[in-house]
Each structure stands twice: as C-alpha cells, then as structure tokens.
C-alpha cells in the first residue's frame, strides 16, 4: 500500500482539479449549497412546524447537521461510481483498488473543510465564542472518515456486480436523511422511536459534533462508541468484502 | 546473460465465464438450475519461464490469450489455475495513456500517468524535461489534452512510459499506433533497452516487426503453447 502513495494522491488530486475545472463557480458551491439547504429547512420546520430544539436554536443545528451529513452523502455517491467509471485503470493496471475508495473520499474533503470553516464562521455570529474541544472533534471526523471509506468499499464493489444500485442508492440517500437527527436534534424523537435513531452510525457523529461545536459539552459517551462501533464494523467488513471480490475485478467490469 | 529466472509461470489456466449472470433472471437460472455453462479456457496449461535480460515476443491471433498472459505477468488478472512467479518492478504497457484525463493539461497528465505507472514526483520531475523532449509536444505542455489530436496523445504517453525505468517491462501491441515515424521511435527506444538488457516480454500479432526485436518467440494458439 505504502508504495502506492504517489498514486493516490495524485487521483485525489485529479478528481479536486476535474471537479473544480468544470464548475464556472467552483468551490462556491461548497458554501451555497449547505447555505440554501440550511436556509429551506430553518423555514419549513423553524418558522412553519415550530419544533421544539430546546436550549438552541433551530439554524446552528442543521448547520451542523448538514455541514457533516452533505460529506457523508457526497462520499456515497463518489464510492458508488468510484471503480465503474476507473474500468481502463482496472484492467490495465496494478494496484490496489482500494485506493480509488480511498480517493473517492479524500477527493471530498476540501469540500467539507471549506463548508466547515464557512459553518463555523455563521456560529461566530449566532453564539458566544468559545475554543471547541478538539478532541472529540479530532475522534468525531475520524469516525465519520472511517465511516464513509467502510460504506464506499462496499457500494463500490457491489456496484460492479449489480448495476441497479446506482438506481436505489439517490432514495436511499434521502430516506436515511430523514431517519437520521440531520434536520432534527435527537432529543426531538419520541420515545419509542429513539432506538431507531440511536442504532445509526452517524446519529452520534451529528450530535456529537453539535455537542462539541455548539453547546461546548462532550459528547454522549454510550452515542459516540455506537457511532465508532458501528463505523468501523462498517469498515472491517467492507475491507473484507471488497477484498474478496477485489481479485475478478479486471474480469468482470 | 545469467540464467536467473525472474518470470515462471507454472501449468497456468484462465477460465473465463461468457456473459456472467447479471439479470435477475440469470441468476435465478444459475442459482436453482445450476447453468453454467458458457465457459472458456482462454489459456490452458501453459509454462514458461524467462530470463533476466530476455527479450521475449508472444506471438498469435487474435483471440489466442496471448494478451491474457501478458495481464498475469503484470499481475492485472489473476490465474484459475496454476503458480505465477514474477521477480522485480513490473511496467505494464497494455495502452497508451491510460488514466490521462482530457480536462487536465499535458503537464498535469505526465505527473499523473507517471504516478500511475510507479512513479515518484521526484523522479518525473528529473525526468520532466526529457520526457516533453522526447514527446515533441512542448508548445502544448500547458494546454489541456481535450485540445491535443491523438497522434499528440499517444506520443506524450509513449514518452513518459520509456521513462519509468522498470526491472520487467510489459508491451502489448496497442503500441504500434501512430506514423511510420513514430513507429520507428518506437523500435529504437526497444532496441536501447534490449541492449541495457531489460527484461521485456511483447505480444504482437506481428511476427516481422516481433522478430526485429526479440530473439526469443512463443506462438500461441487457442490458449495453449505451439512449437
């Protein structure tokens, strides 16, 4: 793997460059894409269903929320495609094809850093200032890193063989939103649905971060271990998975 | 030349399933009634064993799994059957440029498809100038490739690939695109490193333009070994 360092970088590289090359506007959108989704959620459950945030208010919540949650999807739909569309590197070159996973998800990272410090920014403006506890910041990204290269290895791979996924994976993206405290803090869901929510990997990412960026408490210990239990479980078994259908790739894509 | 073997391939065979399940429908008949059939040995049984510093041409029709060998040495496809054993950095030139990206200029694209082929940014940077030397694309090097015509393309590839500097290096006969000229750069560089004694094996369906480099042939045929 170390041997192949080079290569990886450079793929992250390519895939940043490509991006930003094609966009008139660039990394813009890394700031008014969260701003609009932020913007529409305040309104519809903010100022039209009132739902009740306790102690904070509704914005910095789904500024949070989705400051995490648009990486984490961006990083599925990247992984999904991430080998089908390297079929010429797959077939007559060799390397690890973890790496394109890998790459799928660093090539997104700029991305969140620049949504991030734009998030954190708003939040100077909206509360007190405080210095976040890194880390649990430092223990919440890393999860959510882990998290999204343990769900990537297995899209990836699986998108090989059967191609109908990339038709499921947009649904499955918004219903997995809404199941998750993205748009809502946790404390919002009823009783008998709070198993539900809490058996989600990035229930305690999310939270954990709000905890972290904007109340200045730690984050719910029992919460984050499931969240990093789950991860990387996520993870062992996806790296396990792929490694296993890693051989016949270059036969059959 | 010493006699160290650096290439053996040992009774290696390659099945290949025609059209794997991917309908519903198929898998059900390959599930529950258990068709499978459909399958091909693309190369059968098959040992060779190669020298360091042999020049060796794979020769044959098309079809003949002679490109399928060439992917089990670079490591690419892995064998059903059989023991492969390949001492030493690979270099696999199975295509021209692969990886290149057209949004990216040709300067971006040396350091990726270096990066892609083994390559450290160090050793392309000292290479850097010989490698747009040897391409002729110069006036372009910082001009996206979806700009460049394919001659252009191929040669800017070409030039990084001679500059990699591998132990065993892999050709596939998709490099004998191009002008006469180019071609016949391409028989000089080819010449240099057989007499820098790298080892290098080359598949052709080209049994001339093959004997002009490589003393050493196999001819394959329906995925077995002629003599």
Known sequence: MWQYRYLLMYLIWRDIKVRYKQAFFGVAWAIVSPLIQVTVFTFIFGGIFRLSTGQTNYFPIVLVGF????????????????????????????????????????GRIPDLIVTFVFSLFLLLFLQPFFIPNLFWFAILFMT????????????????????????????FITVWLFL?????????????????????PVTGILEGMRNVLITNQPPDLLLTLTSIALSVGLLIFGFLYFSKLEKNLADII | MSNEIVISLEKVSKKYHLGEPRKFTEIFDY???NRRDNIFWALKDISIKINKGEAVGIVGPNGSGKSTILKIIAGIVTPTKGKVEVIGKVAALLELGTGFHTDLTGRENIFLYGAIMGMSPDQIR??????????????????????????MRVRLAFSVAINIDPDIL?????????????QQKCLQVFENFRKKKLTMVIVSHDLSLLKKICPRLILIENGGIKN
Not at chain 1, 67 to 86: D, E, G, R
Not at chain 2, 134 to 151: A, C, M, N, Q, W
């Open chain 2, 170 to 182: 892999v050709v596939d006969e998709a490099l004998a695109v191009g002008d006469v000229e180019f």
């Open chain 2, 126 to 151: 000292k290479k850097f100038e010989k490698i747009v030397d040897f391409s002729g694309v110069r006036e372009f090097i910082d001009t996206p490739l979806k700009h460049y015509s394919s001659g």
């Open chain 1, 180 to 200: 998750t405290p993205v748009v809502y803090p946790l404390s919002s869901v009823p009783a008998n649905y709070m198993i539900l929510a809490r058996v989600n």
């Open chain 1, 144 to 171: 959510l890193i882990l998290l999204a290269v343990g769900i990537g290895l297995i899209l990836s791979v699986t998108n090989v063989y059967f191609r109908d996924i990339t038709a499921v994976i947009p649904v």
């Open chain 2, 31 to 33: 599930i529950f009634h």
């Open chain 1, 67 to 106: 400051t995490f949650w648009n990486f984490l999807s961006q990083c599925i739909t990247s992984t999904l495609v991430a080998l089908v569309t390297n079929t010429d590197l797959i077939t007559k070159v060799k390397f690890p094809k973890i790496i394109l996973v890998i790459s799928a998800v660093g």
